[in-house]
């Protein structure tokens, strides 16, 4: 249950009561495809960073180590030991982008895994189903993600079937829930909008699956080849049509930039593997902008990350001494910027919802883009 606490114009501070805790919005969800963050960071780390939501990928855990070797385990939260809420990604996104060979059919989507190329067969039933034995807190709806920029007579088309897996996910969600040997029966569904990059098919969509009641709403099928003017258009265009007293969350965005001008307009939740991706190879986020610690600049810096910071990274080593391990493949280099990283972005939401308590998410907003663009 979503319960809106403050609003500050169109930015949204807000509490989502789930089964495994409530989650203060706006969130960033820290992504952890495997049920593991990339780059040796663990759940007690994440608990100490200030995540609040794992995401994990339906497609990568049903191909390995398999959905039904995670339900006989316990379930998702007991198979990497972590109590609170986890939101799993139903799997179309990662069907459409990675998969060699793939059939979209209105039954479902039959691909070859990009693992080991047995053929799979994937429809909303399915994915529910997977989700179901993850018994993660959140399912997402699966759907079908088209790149940008596709026809409009195939975007449409796209949308409409959308809409109509949508309404088998929810009907097999409803009856998964009801089952003795579900482990969470009290499993919460999320539709996505889908509609490229057309404010008309977004608006009509939105509507749409608006009336059909779900526990929140996800909008997709962006940051996949749009101009960020773009996007903020299309959410400009969504976010007016959807439930007002359910979550909406941006999926797969991005910058913090991006964040910053999603939650003006109106979004509560996020995820993306930028962080942690940027994090391995280096790449961290200061107050400054983006660093690169293999610059030689840093050969000699004794000062840490970001001056202030008050994450594992930052409060005990040096650039020059985290440099020094990227330059020796030692990974411990990875994981003090993963979990720099991380933080960074979970810390830059607290600062957001007390921006939007306060009542001054707007100078907040213009003072951390000139921050950041001076440096970036």
């Not at 039904?68 to 007991?78: A, E, F, S, T, Y």
Request: net charge neutral; hydrophobic share 35%; proline share 4%.
């Amino acid at each position: 249950m979503y319960k809106l606490l403050k609003k500050d114009g169109n930015a949204r501070r807000g509490e989502f009561k789930t089964c495994h805790g409530t989650i203060q919005t706006p969130v960033f969800m820290n992504v952890g495809t495997l049920a593991a963050i990339k780059g040796a960071v663990s759940t007690v780390d994440l608990k100490e960073i200030g995540c609040q939501v794992e995401l994990s990928n339906t497609y990568h855990l049903h191909l390995r180590p398999g959905d039904k070797v995670i339900k006989q385990l316990g379930g998702l939260h007991k198979f990497m030991n972590w109590d609170r809420p986890i939101l799993t990604d139903s799997g179309g996104f990662q069907v459409f982008s990675l998969a060699h060979i793939r059939k979209i059919k209105e039954e479902g989507v039959s691909f070859n895994s990009h693992i080991d190329g047995r053929k799979i067969f994937m429809g909303p039933e399915e994915s529910m189903q997977i989700q179901s034995n993850l018994a993660s807190t959140i399912a997402m709806a699966f759907d079908e993600c088209v790149a940008n920029p596709s026809p409009k007579e195939y975007v449409r088309k796209s949308v409409d079937m959308t809409t109509r897996w949508l309404h088998r996910c929810k009907e097999e969600m409803d009856r998964l829930n009801s089952l003795p040997d579900t482990i969470n029966k009290q499993q919460m569904l999320f539709g996505i909008n889908q509609g490229g990059v057309f404010e008309d098919i977004r608006a009509e969509h939105a509507k749409t699956i608006s009336r059909m009641d779900l526990d929140g709403y996800a909008i997709g099928g962006l940051a996949v080849g749009e101009t960020h003017d773009e996007m903020y258009r299309m959410i400009e265009a969504v976010v007016p049509h959807l439930p007002q007293d359910k979550p909406i969350y941006l999926m797969g965005v991005g910058l913090p930039s991006n964040i910053l001008e999603a939650v003006d307009r109106g979004v509560d939740f996020f995820d993306c593997v930028l962080p942690a991706r940027n994090g391995r190879h280096g790449h961290v986020f200061t107050k400054q902008g983006k660093i690169n610690l293999f610059n030689s600049k840093f050969e000699m810096d004794s000062s840490p990350i970001d001056e202030g910071c008050q994450c594992p990274a930052c409060r005990d080593y040096s650039r020059a001494y985290i440099r020094h391990l990227f330059k020796a493949k030692e990974m411990l280099a990875m994981r003090l910027c993963v979990l720099h990283n991380l933080y960074f972005y979970n810390n830059l939401m607290a600062e957001i919802r007390a921006a939007i308590e306060g009542g001054y998410f707007k100078d907040y907003k213009e003072a951390k883009l000139e921050q950041w663009q001076g440096r970036a």
